[in-house]
């Protein structure tokens, strides 16, 4: 479990719990009972309820009265309303990157209100090529704002084609993302995108906009995504 005195208890079982479900430790796909976690993180019922209705939130669990708690399986392809990085929406499959670019640039413009920086203000550009199974799925370019979290600049010297974004930022820096606001359009890959996707040059693909915030309200990266349209698709549960 997570050992940071900084961070609540619930989430500390909450990314526990989550790290055993996405690797598999709950062979049987049942959760135990409420009571043996308490036992088990020294904890009281309402944080470990705490814990269990984050990971229902996130689509890991399903929970039935007189039943227990459920793991659901995991979807091949990306659901909409659960807020993951690419690592954790392709668990079950072989994920790995290329890192393009790793360096500070100026603030872009469709995310200086966002970010709340003044022109020419500098963040951290992390653009990487991301692979399923050997294959290259997308091209993405995170930019991420220091001034949520000034060490966020020691992502400059990780190994991020080993490393997960979202593990760096909740896990490491514990910086909590609550929500994220994302826009879908359909272009068409420029000759650099063709050749890093691996595809012809003008075919259609599937651009991803996306704001992430923090549970403060602070934006905390924007990403352009180049997805290829005949490898990935995106499903989107209505509630």
């Known amino acids: 479990m997570i050992n940071n005195p900084a961070l609540p208890l619930y989430y500390k079982i909450y990314s526990e719990l989550r790290t055993r479900i996405l690797n598999g430790y709950y062979k049987d796909g049942k959760l135990p009972p409420e009571m043996e976690l308490c036992k088990e993180f020294k904890a009281s019922r309402i944080t470990v309820r705490n814990a269990l209705e984050q990971l229902r939130r996130e689509g890991l669990i399903v929970r039935s009265k007189g039943s227990g708690t459920f793991i659901k399986r995991v979807e091949s392809e990306e659901e909409l309303t659960r807020l993951t990085g690419f690592t954790d929406e392709m668990k079950g499959k072989k994920v790995s990157s290329k890192v393009l670019e790793n360096k500070l640039v100026s603030v872009p413009l469709e995310a200086q209100e966002q970010f709340g920086l003044p022109a020419g203000t500098l963040v951290v550009l992390l653009k990487r090529v991301r692979y399923i199974d050997g294959k290259p799925i997308a091209i993405e370019s995170a930019y991420l704002n220091p001034s949520v979290d000034l060490r966020i600049l020691n992502i400059l010297h990780k190994d991020m084609e080993t490393s997960s974004l979202y593990h760096f930022l909740q896990d490491e ?59 990935y698709k995106f499903r989107v549960i209505r509630k």
Do not use: F, P, W
Not at 182 to 209: D, F
């Open 173 to 231: 820096l514990s910086i909590m993302l609550s929500y994220a606001e994302e826009i879908l359009e359909v272009t068409k890959v420029s000759k650099e995108e063709a050749q890093l996707l691996n595809i012809k040059h003008g075919e259609c693909a599937i651009l991803r906009k996306r704001y992430t915030y923090t549970e403060t309200g602070k934006c905390v990266e924007y990403v352009l995504s180049v997805y290829r349209g005949d490898e």
